[in-house]
């Protein structure tokens, strides 16, 4: 081969090899958590983090990581928690992919088509459970980066109900519309939900169900 050509054939394999470094490869571990059929979800990007990794925090004595890597257990509360929330997933070393944000119902519905099994029955969080996970003292505060990385801070939905009512009259329901069944009975449903703020552990019960919102499940374990 002529000199010339040579050198031309290595400069393009050089810029080959570094297009690759800089772009970066699919990764092929893990499966990526995505929304059963039917299930209409809003898919938003989640910034990458900075190169440079900080220190961690001390890891809470009561959150352990599953053997497989997967989950984090909270033996306090004994519920499994998946590392990621809905929409991305783990590589063995962090979360990647696009959240999704559900509205209410739909949260409900995803839960459900999570659960093949009478003894895995995946469901929203309460708002107490949510609680146990955030450390408020770390800075900043919010989920350990190290037991949830890429943890989206906005508002997630929980299964805490939100019913409130005026002082004076206990039936006097602000947030409940009322319809007729089918079958002439009266049916309640709730308007709005909790939501919760993993950054700050703090709860809002005012939000109405359509809004689209992230979602991390969880499930009790024996």
Known sequence: ????????????????VVACLVLG???????????????????????????????????????VVSADGNYVLDLRSRLIWPRCVEGMRWTGSTCIG???????????????????APGV????????ELRHLVDKYSKPPGLHPGLFPQAPTDLHWTSTPSIQHSPGNQYDYANISQGRTGEGGSTLSPLL???FNPQTGEATGDLPKTTPLAVRLVRSFD
């Open 1 to 16: 081969m002529a000199p010339t050509m040579l050198h031309s054939t290595l400069f393009s394999s050089a810029l080959c």
């Open 25 to 63: 490869a699919a990764p092929t571990k893990g499966a990526a958590q995505s929304a059963p059929a039917g299930v209409a979800v809003t898919i938003t990007p989640i910034p990458a983090s900075p190169s440079a990794t900080p220190a961690l925090p001390p890891v809470p004595p009561h959150l």
């Open 98 to 116: 696009f959240r999704m944000l559900f509205e209410y119902a739909d949260a409900v519905e995803l839960a459900a088509a999570r659960s093949p």
């Open 121 to 128: 029955r995946w469901r929203l969080p309460r708002v107490s």
């Open 193 to 195: 939900g909790w939501a």
